[in-house]
């Protein structure tokens, strides 16, 4: 799977759109980007996902890039239980038994801030 | 709306105790999955399980066993549990085996504590 790289941190302030960006500048044509958020001591839950159109659902928007080397997930009215780590993840085929486990990078820290 | 459920948030054991953690999930999905989750050290698979019965090991399988009987249902245990397994344990399913297109629902986690 390509890697992805996520700034460490960012702010918010609360009703504004939170806009987390993440390179994945060797993702291959058959990769998906993935995007997961884990709130403080609580399980991942999954946000959304894209292989190459913008996708929106109840939660968020995807915007992927036209060369698809980077993307941007958009909250659109954050509030203060936005705050979390939010994990970008570009996942393919992989050989084996390794194209079925997750692994997360150190994400990007979102703080909402009232 | 995808439910996974595990047994516990909070757990609390001795050194050399068994333990189960169970995991339940409501949607049908085939493939479920035990990871746990330490600082610095990210997600690591412990096992996967892609239809009843079946398992296959994840990068750190040692010390730990799995049960599958049901499809709902997935169990991990530690059959003699050690101070370095306490961890973060999340459990997840998917509907599709791997792939790209696969997406893991997780559990809120269980804290486990060896003392």
């Known amino acids: 799977d390509a890697k992805t790289t996520q700034p460490p941190s960012m702010d918010c302030a609360e009703g504004r759109a939170a806009n987390l960006p993440c390179n994945h500048s060797?993702?291959?044509?058959?990769?998906?980007v993935y995007w997961y958020r884990q709130i403080h001591s609580q399980g991942p839950q999954y946000i959304i996902h894209g292989l190459k159109n913008n996708e929106t659902n109840e939660m968020a928007s995807l915007i992927i890039t036209e060369d698809r080397k980077s993307s941007t997930l958009i909250l659109p009215h954050a509030t203060l239980r936005d705050t979390a780590v939010y994990y970008c993840i570009v996942r393919g085929q992989g050989s084996g038994g390794s194209n079925y486990k997750l692994t997360f990078g150190k994400g990007t820290l979102l703080t909402v801030n009232p | 709306d995808v439910k996974v459920t595990q047994s516990s948030r909070y757990l609390v054991k001795r050194t050399g105790e068994k333990v189960f953690l169970e995991c339940v999930q409501d949607m049908d999905h085939e493939n479920m999955f035990w990871y746990r989750q330490d600082p610095g050290l990210g997600l690591r698979l412990i096992y996967f399980s892609y239809d009843v019965k079946m398992k296959e090991k994840g990068d750190i399988p040692e010390g730990y066993s799995v049960s599958r009987e049901k499809k709902e249902r997935f169990s991990l245990i530690l059959e003699s549990a050690s101070t370095n397994q306490t961890s973060m344990y999340l459990c997840?399913?998917?509907?599709?085996?791997?792939?790209?297109?696969?997406?893991?629902?997780f559990g809120p986690g269980t804290r486990l504590t060896v003392l």
């Open positions: 997840a399913s998917s509907l599709f085996t791997g792939g790209p297109r696969d997406t893991q629902y």
């Open positions: 060797t993702i291959s044509g058959n990769e998906y």
